[in-house]
């Protein structure tokens, strides 16, 4: 178990190798510039991720997918009315606008995917609660009387993750957020089509 000052260290050491990676894509990105940026030395790096680059980068993807839920907070646990669905568009809108084309999670499962089953569990589990999380506003909403109860709430919030997802993938390609904001735009236009009676 890291003691406080170590968690500190193991921390600072992620935070500088996720900026190298957003600065420099993750090809780019050896443990020698995450050392200079986190000013620790390589046998610091190797006592907090012995098994070297690979698992540092999966300590950021690690982070990187805890960033996803956080940057859509408070707006994704109050999903109970449509003007809190609208600010919970703009706030996920927002977070990739900023993001821009690169997209350190995405290239980080990218790269480590191919070869390790963690990557992907990191990418499962952060798409799971996600879901999850949109599934339980819909829920909300049934039971408020916003949304018909017998709209498939698990399917619809798997269509609202998935239609971000096309969004922020073709944002990464184009520059644009215009297919992200309309692909979110029609799911809560959907949702709200289904008001219950």
Not at 81 to 109: I, K, M
Not at 170 to 197: K, N, P, V
């Amino acid at each position: 178990m890291l003691t406080k000052k170590g968690s500190a260290t193991r921390q600072r050491i992620i935070e500088a190798a996720a900026t190298e990676i957003r600065e420099r894509g993750v090809g780019n990105v050896t443990l020698d510039d995450v050392g200079r940026r986190s000013n620790t030395g390589k046998s610091q790096l190797f006592h907090y991720f012995p098994e070297g680059r690979e698992q540092l980068l999966l300590a950021v993807a690690q982070r990187e997918a805890d960033r996803v839920i956080e940057d859509q907070e408070p707006y994704l646990s109050g999903l109970t009315s449509w003007d809190a669905w609208r600010q919970w568009r703009d706030a996920v809108v927002e977070r990739y606008r900023r993001q821009g084309v690169n997209c350190p999670l995405g290239a980080l499962t990218t790269e480590i995917n191919r070869r390790t089953p963690a990557a992907r569990e990191v990418t499962r589990q952060l798409f799971e609660q996600w879901r999850h999380r949109v599934e339980i506003g819909i829920r909300e909403m049934q039971g408020l009387g916003h949304i018909d109860p017998a709209l498939d709430a698990s399917a619809a919030a798997s269509a609202v993750i998935a239609a971000i997802q096309g969004g922020v993938v073709i944002l990464m390609t184009t520059g644009s957020s215009q297919h992200l904001e309309a692909a979110l735009d029609f799911c809560l236009d959907h949702l709200a089509w289904f008001r219950a009676a």
